[in-house]
């Protein structure tokens, strides 16, 4: 039985990959950081009693900024796989938290790479990094691939720098087997609420419910190659499993603007938009509503700008070329961006359906900073 090692395992992709190892037959052991409050809600359906024998999911508290930690437990667990999806993987929170994500999302993977290489596992134990399309950033070819340069354009992006070339050398110096997946934008009903398809999926849905009237967003501009979560951690699987370690990107190769992620996810509920107004003053109205079960109003204003989301350096074209996982991996997606926006759609107006019967029950709804 193989044991795998997943870093960042209550996050969207590491919920995703453990369910994926898990069906493989894997040991699988997760790295969850301390909080105040339970922060394994991605993962409590996969939760497995550790006092019963032969639980097969284990979680170690542990953090990538503790190199002892991380040492210890890789000493102990002995891996033959590690995924390291762990980070601050937010662009936008970056630029207030710079020093803190060099540290995690830098240094962090050297702190791996070292104790794999001091544990003397450099034969046994290979490691998958969680690479980014954020670090093609300001446009030099397209679409991405491969061997197109980097210019990173946050200090997320900066950082997941440091962590690919440091990836890349000690697979260079050491001959581990070692990876870069650089994986363009994926989403999914567990995406993380801040990020802009789930920011607009709940709001989509909230107002759907009568729960709000309107949203506020950044650029609407620029554009992403969006793919499910489940198709990408697939994919991370892959290049564990190949002959000799290789870096690839993970990509639909469609591009689409915010402007249009928010018109599809408003038509799943029926509604078709206007946008009028350019830059800050742009805002998007209600045309026409088809569904007389949604609470929407023509001529309501939906979406609205607010400049605190905007970015002090953009990415503004992402769309990758996956030819070569495509060739070597036999990696394809297979969710499209329209199966993706109606599953998260699905998913989002489920959630606040509860949150409309508790309304309606006399009980209070909290509001959550997006
Ligand atoms: P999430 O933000 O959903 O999850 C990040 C995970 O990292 C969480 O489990 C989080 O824990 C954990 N984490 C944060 N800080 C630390 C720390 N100091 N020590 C240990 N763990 C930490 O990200 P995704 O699942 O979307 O992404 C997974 C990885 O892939 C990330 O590295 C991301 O940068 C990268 N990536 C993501 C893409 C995407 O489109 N989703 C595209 C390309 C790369 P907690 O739950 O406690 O916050
Ligand atoms: P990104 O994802 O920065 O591409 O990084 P995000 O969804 O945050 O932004 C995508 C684009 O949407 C624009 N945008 C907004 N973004 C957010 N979050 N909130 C808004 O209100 C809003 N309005 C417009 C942004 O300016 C941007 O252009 C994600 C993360 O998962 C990274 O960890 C990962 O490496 C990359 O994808 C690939």
Redesign the pocket.
């Known amino acids: 039985m193989k044991k795998a090692l997943v870093t960042g395992i209550t996050g969207?992709d590491g919920a995703y990959l453990t369910e994926l190892l898990l069906d493989k037959g894997y040991e699988v052991h997760g790295i969850k950081r301390r909080s105040s409050l339970f922060n394994t809600d991605r993962i409590d359906h996969l939760y497995q009693d550790p006092h019963v024998d032969n639980a097969k999911l284990i979680l170690h508290y542990g953090d990538l900024t503790d190199s002892m930690n991380l040492t210890r437990l890789i000493q102990d667990i002995q891996p033959d796989e590690i995924y390291n999806l762990g980070?601050m993987?937010?662009?936008?929170v970056s630029f207030d938290t710079p020093e803190y994500v060099a540290n995690v999302d830098g240094i962090g993977t050297l702190r791996l790479l070292e104790a794999v290489r001091l544990l003397g596992l450099t034969e046994k134990t290979r490691v998958y990094q969680?690479?980014?399309?954020?670090l093609y950033g300001l446009v030099q070819e397209v679409p991405q691939k491969e061997t197109t340069p980097f210019y990173p354009r946050?200090p997320?992006?900066a950082a997941?720098m440091y962590g690919y070339w440091i990836t890349v050398n000690y697979r260079e110096a050491y001959n581990m087997y070692a990876c870069n997946g650089i994986?363009?934008?994926?989403?999914s009903p567990l995406?993380?609420e801040?990020?802009?398809?789930?920011?607009?999926t709940r709001a989509v849905a909230k107002m759907a419910l009568g729960l709000q009237d309107c949203?506020?967003?950044?650029?609407?501009?620029?554009?992403?190659d969006w793919g499910h979560a489940k198709d990408y951690v697939r994919g991370m699987w892959m290049m564990l499993q190949q002959d000799k370690p290789e870096d690839f990107v993970l990509a639909t190769g469609v591009t689409t603007t915010?402007r249009d992620f928010i018109k599809m996810s408003f038509s799943y509920v029926g509604v078709e938009l206007d946008f009028k107004g350019e830059g800050i003053d742009e805002v998007a109205i209600v045309k026409s509503s088809k569904n007389a079960d949604f609470a929407f109003k023509v001529g309501q204003a939906v979406v609205k700008i607010?400049p605190k989301?905007?970015?002090p350096t953009?990415?503004?074209l992402?769309i990758g070329d996956p030819t070569k996982a495509n060739t070597k991996m036999g990696w394809k997606p297979e969710y499209d961006l329209e199966a993706l926006v109606n599953e998260m759609m699905e998913s989002d107006l489920k959630l606040f359906q509860k949150d409309k019967y508790l309304l309606e029950g006399g009980h209070e709804i909290l509001k959550q900073a997006?």
Not at 89 to 92: A, E, L, M, P
Not at 215 to 224: A, D, E, F, I
Request: charged share 30%; hydrophobic share 30%.
């Open positions: 969207q980070a993987s937010h662009v936008r969680a690479s980014t399309s954020e946050s997320y992006a997941k994986l363009f934008n994926h989403e995406r993380g801040t990020f802009v398809t789930r920011k607009i949203t506020y967003m950044g650029n609407l501009n620029s554009k992403r915010i607010d989301y905007f970015r953009e990415v503004d992402l997006e």
